[in-house]
């Protein structure tokens, strides 16, 4: 079992930056992939970005490539999502995933998650 809690979420105006992490507990051996989602009221959840630390390649979506970097912390247990020139779009719940396969953009295939935290963007 893995337990998942994302953290540094808030409330920023347009075009400023903020960075969001998800730490990771028990049995994070099997972890390979840490992903991130996000997701407004009545719409599906989304990939946002990806990070497989078997090779340390990284995937991002169209919508934020080039704004969001994703990154992971030497034990591999804490991931972070750090979001520059944030737009109103932006706005969501952004929830952190593990899976022990491979990156994928399908959340059916993420195994744990965490609770999200709230970003919100003003314009």
């Known amino acids: 079992q893995v337990q998942v809690v994302e953290s540094g979420g808030g409330l920023v105006q347009a075009g400023e930056s903020l960075r969001l992490s998800c730490k990771t507990s028990g049995d994070i051996s099997s972890i390979y992939i840490m992903g991130w989602y996000r997701q407004v009221p009545g719409k599906e959840r989304e990939g946002v970005a990806c990070?497989?630390?078997?090779?340390?390649?990284?995937y991002y979506a169209d919508s934020v490539k080039g704004r969001f970097t994703v990154s992971i912390d030497d034990a591999k247990s804490t991931a972070f999502l750090k979001m520059d020139s944030l737009k109103p779009d932006d706005t969501s719940v952004y929830y952190c995933?593990?899976?022990?396969?491979?990156?994928?953009?399908?959340?059916?295939?993420?195994?744990?998650w965490g609770q999200g935290t709230q970003v919100t963007v003003s314009s």
């Open positions: 990070f497989n630390t078997n090779d340390g390649m990284t």
């Open positions: 995933a593990t899976n022990p396969l491979r990156c994928s953009w399908s959340r059916h295939e993420y195994q744990f």
